[in-house]
């Protein structure tokens, strides 16, 4: 991959500055552009959350994966197994190696390291 390639992210974060959201609980994505030379942020998102009280809400997660859809990877704080399979199906990379670490520097890490 070049180092000149941007890519387009999600962050489910609550103050732009953490990975620090679960996906079944973020109501909104920050979004980023990210290559070998840095992080920018683009947009928020707003969307209302999956998480129904120890359920997930179908309809909701596929409302999600529509407006994530321009995104190569969503990274959040947890995801669970049936949503990290949607997202995957909808080629959309879960990340959640970077629990509560600051965004930017999560990004570039996560940037650096891919094949």
Known sequence: MSETEKLRVAVATK???QINQHFGHADEFAIYWVDGAGVAFD???QLEH???GGY?????????LRALADCAALFVARVGDGPREKLV???IEP???YPYGAI???L???YRQRP
């Open 15 to 17: 103050d732009k500055i």
């Open 43 to 45: 947009e928020t998102r």
């Open 50 to 52: 999956y998480c129904q």
């Open 56 to 64: 997930g809400d179908e309809d909701r997660r596929e409302i999600i």
């Open 89 to 91: 199906a909808a080629g």
């Open 95 to 97: 990340v959640d190696e």
């Open 104 to 106: 930017e520097t999560s």
């Open 108 to 110: 570039l890490d996560w």
